[in-house]
DNA sequence: GGACGTTTGTGAATGACTGCACAATCTGTT
DNA sequence: AACAGATTGTGCAGTCATTCACAAACGTCC
């Protein structure tokens, strides 16, 4: 940060030099990131079902967004498009894989093998998308030694071990909301960047540290206003006309 | 939508008369009803505490967002704080309850009980937060019969019956990937307008139908962009000043 | 009962995202 | 080699969301 750049740009200030500093310095904008997922996996379907070329409007569609904005999306990645045709299925597919870390086959670690933990331990779907399970970690003696696709679930008094030797970075944690926070500041302390939550509860990490945070029970909240929202909207004109104002 | 309004916006246009036909006509921001079930859960744990008076920026604190942008978020709900005190708990978690439709107790059936379906239907936080699962469905023979505390697992074949028959709304979708578009057209055709997407697809869907998608895929993969570029940015300046450009 | 410290509610400023519309660029055809 | 049809990449305007900053309103203490 101290100093800006090695070589200024040149005054041919090419426009695809010009995104090329956006997107590698200041990053992809996060709705943008949370669309590539997306765009991946109809990517992948598509390339199952040997078509090698798609336009913008078709991958759009299939990924349920506008083309422009699946075109901007792309566009910060890099021109990997030609004009009249379309984009190479199989060479998005790389460069979206590239962009999102696919590429590298992260190693995650699972903390707390309830319902939902076990669950999350038995997807498969991790594997397909570059992540591999290297740590099963929890409390209940029940549980602790049993084994889930061969993995062997360790106490949480090993979660130093387990993160040292299986290098992990990436954590998901599928415990009770009362145990969350403690797990959390202890995986942070142990050199643990990104956290995917189960637990219903806000977690406080440090900058630096990334959290998402997937709540069953908020999700179906927001669904509830929606539906509430619809059966009020009926006598929606009718309530508006009697005493609203007190 | 071919007339616009009954009366005309009267001449005196109070603003706390605004804000409320924003909020009951044209609804709340979409941003906004995603975190009321953040804040209602912080008030519950704030509620057992026995804490009966909260200010904007303490529970902007524990939900891990901005004071001011609580104070905006409940405002659309109406003026439940009072000036130089803060909000009573157990009030405010009363209209954020109505207000997500908390009150109701609505059904809500599952499809599909794999390691997901499974510990979604044993997911103890649907009660405690006014959904009551009241429906379970899956094509496995081994499956069908069994209970889930006390609820017997249906045959797809009798998804009909089970809709008529609880008249759920809301529908969690936890099949494969192939079965799902199938399963939410039958759900959407019985009436179901609200559904949760565990499974890997676009779920393409007519309009007045709400659709959230839960992809664990996709969230690490999110996760992993982030890590990606932690890393990147390390060797950031190498790599602009060697061979970018090619 | 008036002054003081506190906290809400909200206008206005700023910032992020989306979608339109079109020039630039490609392939294939005559 | 020029034209026609198709599709990308992107400037721009509009919409939505966030944050600031402050007046209005409350309780309390003298």
Not at 119 to 147: M, Q, W
Not at 208 to 219: M, S
Request: charged share 20%.
């Amino acid at each position: 940060m101290s100093h800006t750049f090695p070589t200024d740009p040149p005054s041919r200030t090419a426009a695809g030099q010009h995104w090329r500093t956006v997107a590698t310095l200041k990053g992809i904008p996060d709705a943008t990131v949370a669309r590539l997922p997306v765009y991946l996996r109809a990517l992948n379907q598509l390339g199952e079902q040997r078509i090698d070329t798609i336009s913008s409007g078709a991958l759009a569609e299939a990924a349920g967004v506008n083309s422009a904005q699946l075109r901007k999306d792309l566009s910060y990645l890099g021109s990997y498009g030609t004009r009249g045709v379309g984009y190479d299925v199989q060479y998005l597919r790389l460069q979206i894989g590239r962009a999102v870390g696919s590429a590298h086959d992260w190693p995650v670690i699972i903390v707390g093998l309830g319902n939902l933990g076990t669950a999350l331990a038995n997807y498969s779907g991790f594997y397909s998308h570059g992540f591999r399970v290297v740590g099963l970690i929890d409390t209940s003696p029940e549980l602790v030694g049993k084994r889930i696709h061969g993995l062997a679930i360790s106490d949480l008094s090993e979660l130093e071990d387990v993160v040292a030797r299986t290098g992990a970075v990436i954590a998901v944690i599928a415990t009770p909301a009362e145990a969350a926070q403690a797990v959390a500041d202890r995986l942070v302390y142990l050199g643990v960047t990104s956290i995917l939550n189960f637990a219903p509860t806000v977690l406080v990490v440090p900058d630096g540290v990334n959290v998402r945070k997937v709540d069953l029970g908020q999700e179906l909240q927001i669904l509830a206003y929606h539906e509430q929202r619809k059966t009020d909207d009926s006598s929606q004109v009718l309530a508006e006309s009697r005493g609203t104002s007190s």
